[in-house]
């Protein structure tokens, strides 16, 4: 069974904060994304990223995958209230459509 | 387009009774996937289709869950008979191979 785990659930800082949240599993995916979700919405895609070591970047959010594909981080710097969510990593493992998900980091950010 | 397409919203029924989630993804798409979310245990992948073929129902909790695709554009989701325990918010979502995942906006349901 392929598992993500996320680290840390949950996170609450003061505005202007850098975080980084993380992603790892002991397996191999072939593509990992990241969405973010606010309350009674679906998640909505961030990132996709598919090369090992592979970094992008999104105004002030870093996205990394591994090397061995199998974890990934995201950076957050100087956090607004905007920020303010639940952020899921998601893998997909060879040419599947299937996508799991971790269970979520929830950040709020406080002015 | 209109995004992925979940009714009802809201549904609050008894324990017992048969709930039916419905779902319209975007036009084009050939993957349809069905996720329920909780506190607890997060987004968990229930059921995905490809061109409207089951693929993977190995997160399917029980035999009281079935999913259907008769076309590609119209998904169901039922659950009969209804537990508390299926108490959580259920989302369908659409894409292409490798792709986004677009996500309707939920069906929350509450069994009492």
């Known amino acids: 069974t392929q598992l993500l785990e996320q680290s840390p659930q949950f996170l609450s800082i003061q505005e202007g904060e850098n975080l980084t949240v993380y992603c790892n599993s002991s397996?191999?995916?072939?593509?990992l994304q990241w969405y973010r979700q606010e309350p009674g919405e679906g998640p909505v895609l961030l990132v996709t990223?598919?090369?090992?070591?592979e970094v992008k970047k999104l105004k002030r959010l870093t996205f990394q995958f591994g090397d061995a594909r199998k974890d990934s981080s995201l950076h957050i710097t100087a956090a607004q209230p905007g920020d303010t969510g639940l952020y899921l990593c998601?893998?997909?493992?060879?040419?599947?459509?299937?996508?799991?998900f971790g269970q979520g980091t929830t950040l709020q950010v406080k002015p | 387009d209109a995004g992925v397409i979940q009714s009802p919203r809201h549904e609050v029924t008894e324990m017992g009774q048969e709930v039916t989630l419905r779902c319209k993804p975007i036009?084009?798409?050939?993957?349809l996937f069905w996720y329920r979310q909780t506190m607890m245990r997060g987004l968990e992948l229930l059921i995905y289709?490809?061109?409207?073929?089951?693929?993977?129902d190995s997160g399917m909790p029980e035999d009281r869950f079935s999913a259907k695709m008769p076309n590609a554009s119209f998904s169901t989701l039922k659950i009969q008979p209804s537990e508390p325990r299926d108490s959580a918010v259920y989302f369908c979502?659409?894409?292409?191979?490798?792709?986004?995942?677009?996500f309707g906006e939920g069906s929350r349901l509450t069994v009492l």
């Open positions: 979502a659409s894409s292409y191979l490798g792709g986004e995942l677009f």
């Open positions: 990223v598919v090369t090992g070591g």
């Open positions: 036009s084009g798409h050939d993957y």
């Open positions: 397996s191999v995916f072939s593509s």
């Open positions: 998601a893998g997909r493992s060879g040419n599947t459509g299937k996508l799991i």
């Open positions: 289709f490809n061109n409207n073929v089951p693929i993977d």
